[in-house]
C-alpha cells in the first residue's frame, strides 16, 4: 500500500447545507457578523461569508444540523456575543471560560446549525508563585491613559498588563491579537498619541504646569 504524500493544508472550509442561500446569507452576515464572500449561481446554489480570515461555505441543500456544528476562534469572543446578542441570535450557551482554555458561547443559526465562538484564554496551566517588587516608573501621561483604559479592556490588572507585554517583548514576539490591536489604534485616537513607537527616544520631559 503507498504512503501518503506529505500534504501541506493551511485552510479549510466548513460547508452548510441551506435551503435558500441568498437568505442563508443575509443571515449570516446581519446578524451573525459574517462579511459576504461570493455568490455563485443564479439562483444561486453556493456562497461564501468570512469572519476574519476564514470562510464558510453555504450550499443548496437539505439541512442537517443534529450531526454538524462549526466553532470559530475570534479575537475577542464576548464583542461578537454582544453584537449577536443585540441582533436577536438564538443563544444556546452563554459566554465562559472553559477548562480546555477557551473562553466561547454558543448561538443556532436560522436553519438549527450550533455555531462556536471563542478566544484562547491565556490563564490556563498551573499557578506560577512569584514574588513582586515595587519599581519607580514615570510614564508619558498619553501612554500611562492609553495602558491603563487597555488593561481594563483586556479584564487585567496594570500590572499584570505590563508583564505581558514586558515577557512577550523579551520574547520576540506580542501578545495582543488583531483585535486589541485595532482597539489600540482606537485608544491612540481617543488620547492624542501622535507619535510612534521610536519616539521614546526622543521624549524630553517638561515641568508639570
Same mark, same amino acid.
Given at each position: 500500500?503507498?504512503?501518503?504524500?506529505?500534504?501541506?493544508?493551511?485552510?479549510?472550509?466548513?460547508?452548510?447545507?441551506?435551503?435558500?442561500?441568498?437568505?442563508?446569507?443575509?443571515?449570516?452576515?446581519?446578524?451573525?457578523?459574517?462579511?459576504?464572500?461570493?455568490?455563485?449561481?443564479?439562483?444561486?446554489? +453556493?456562497? %461564501?461569508?468570512? =469572519? $476574519?480570515?476564514?470562510?464558510?461555505?453555504?450550499?443548496? !441543500?437539505? &439541512?442537517?444540523?443534529?450531526?454538524?456544528?462549526?466553532?470559530?476562534?475570534?479575537?475577542?469572543?464576548?464583542?461578537?456575543?454582544?453584537?449577536?446578542?443585540?441582533?436577536?441570535?438564538?443563544?444556546?450557551?452563554?459566554?465562559?471560560?472553559?477548562?480546555?482554555?477557551?473562553?466561547?458561547?454558543?448561538?443556532?443559526? +436560522?436553519? %438549527?446549525?450550533? =455555531? $462556536?465562538?471563542?478566544?484562547?484564554?491565556?490563564?490556563? !496551566?498551573? &499557578?506560577?508563585?512569584?514574588?513582586?517588587?515595587?519599581?519607580?516608573?514615570?510614564?508619558?501621561?498619553?501612554?500611562?491613559?492609553?495602558?491603563?483604559?487597555?488593561?481594563?479592556?483586556?479584564?487585567?490588572?496594570?500590572?499584570?498588563?505590563?508583564?505581558?507585554?514586558?515577557?512577550?517583548?523579551?520574547?520576540?514576539?506580542?501578545?495582543?491579537?488583531?483585535?486589541?490591536?485595532?482597539?489600540?489604534?482606537?485608544?491612540?485616537?481617543?488620547?492624542?498619541?501622535?507619535?510612534?513607537?521610536?519616539?521614546?527616544?526622543?521624549?524630553?520631559?517638561?515641568?508639570?504646569?
Amino acid at each position: 500500500m503507498p504512503s501518503p504524500p506529505e500534504v501541506e493544508c493551511e485552510t479549510q472550509h466548513a460547508s452548510l447545507a441551506v435551503p435558500d442561500v441568498e437568505a442563508a446569507v443575509a443571515f449570516y452576515t446581519d446578524k451573525l457578523g459574517f462579511r459576504p464572500g461570493f455568490t455563485w449561481g443564479t439562483p444561486p446554489t +453556493l456562497a %461564501g461569508v468570512h =469572519l $476574519g480570515n476564514e470562510q464558510l461555505f453555504l450550499e443548496k !441543500g437539505t &439541512p442537517t444540523p443534529g450531526g454538524t456544528s462549526v466553532y470559530f476562534v475570534v479575537g475577542n469572543a464576548d464583542e461578537l456575543f454582544a453584537f449577536q446578542r443585540e441582533s436577536g441570535v438564538e443563544l444556546v450557551q452563554a459566554p465562559g471560560d472553559r477548562d480546555y482554555g477557551l473562553r466561547d458561547y454558543r448561538v443556532r443559526d +436560522l436553519h %438549527g446549525y450550533q =455555531l $462556536g465562538f471563542g478566544h484562547h484564554l491565556f490563564n490556563t !496551566g498551573p &499557578p506560577v508563585e512569584i514574588e513582586r517588587v515595587e519599581v519607580a516608573v514615570r510614564l508619558e501621561k498619553r501612554l500611562a491613559a492609553l495602558l491603563q483604559d487597555l488593561a481594563t479592556y483586556k479584564r487585567m490588572s496594570l500590572t499584570s498588563l505590563l508583564e505581558e507585554t514586558l515577557l512577550h517583548t523579551l520574547d520576540g514576539v506580542g501578545p495582543h491579537t488583531k483585535t486589541d490591536l485595532r482597539h489600540i489604534e482606537t485608544l491612540k485616537k481617543n488620547h492624542g498619541i501622535d507619535y510612534d513607537s521610536h519616539a521614546s527616544y526622543r521624549f524630553l520631559e517638561r515641568e508639570p504646569r
